[in-house]
């Protein structure tokens, strides 16, 4: 069984389950894609939007692979900005 086919397979079914989103940024975290992963977590409804619109999944992420480190970035900020907004 592979994990990831498994995920991409919910997200396909599912669009718009954030648990199936999260499941694949621990999985790209865990994998070494740290800026994808933090991307994901983020914008995982925009990204769903995206594939709700027409593109595919495939698309989708190599979009976000190829803009990692500015989406990552942007992400880690806007959680940062989160988290000090609840202290």
């Known amino acids: 069984m592979n994990e990831l086919a498994d995920i991409l397979d919910e997200i396909a079914l599912h669009p718009n389950e954030q648990q199936a989103w999260l499941a694949l940024a621990c999985w790209l975290r865990d994998n070494g894609s740290d800026d994808e992963a933090s991307a994901v977590r983020v914008f995982w ?3 769903a939007g995206s594939i709700e619109m027409g593109m595919t999944i495939e698309q989708a992420l190599a979009l976000v692979k190829r803009n990692a480190r500015n989406l990552g970035r942007k ?4 959680e940062e900005a989160a988290v000090s907004s609840c202290e």
Do not use: D, F, N, P
């Open 75 to 78: 992400a880690r900020e806007i």
């Open 45 to 47: 409804s925009a990204i």
